[in-house]
């Protein structure tokens, strides 16, 4: 079942992503969703009902899995014109350095004080996190430039993947 875990949240949030352009206020909510499952999660690991702690965890990890997409769409919106590559790597490289240090952080504050001081680290720097992003003007560049272009009859270029793909087999292997 951990692949349910995993695969749920982007499958919803990203089938939200494609019904409904990338906004502050999507990104928002699953961001405190986030910090809720977190505060609620570190306050039920003292309980001995493995059952709970395992639900919380789940609902945590559901919402947190399912940031990453909306997280990285909203920074391609915002960047706009700066390449997705751009964008995308800058953010995956700042999350390794900002996981590599908050684990060892929290590692020693739950060595030292236990899990629910470590825990409390993170709740207060997800905290940080929605203040930092309520505060981002929503300025959908790619989405104003896409409608702008639908509106004048221009076709709007999108990336296909399998279509490049298609083209390189077709051409190699002919």
Known sequence: WWWLECLAPYCVESG???????????TLIVYVLS???MVVFTFTLNLENLLVIFFTAGVLGFFMTGYLPIGFEFGV????PESEGTSSGLLNAFAQVFGI?????????????????GNIFLCAWIL???VLTAL???????HGVNV??????QAVTSYDPFKEINTFIQQECV
């Open 16 to 26: 939200w992503i494609v019904l409904k352009p990338i906004s502050i206020l999507t």
């Open 35 to 37: 910090f809720i499952g």
């Open 77 to 80: 919106e915002i960047t706009y």
């Open 101 to 117: 240090i908050f684990t060892l952080i929290q590692g020693q504050l739950t060595t030292d004080y236990g899990p629910l001081s």
């Open 128 to 130: 940080l996190g929605i």
């Open 136 to 142: 981002i003007k929503s300025d959908l560049k790619r």
């Open 148 to 153: 702008s272009n639908i509106n004048k009859g």
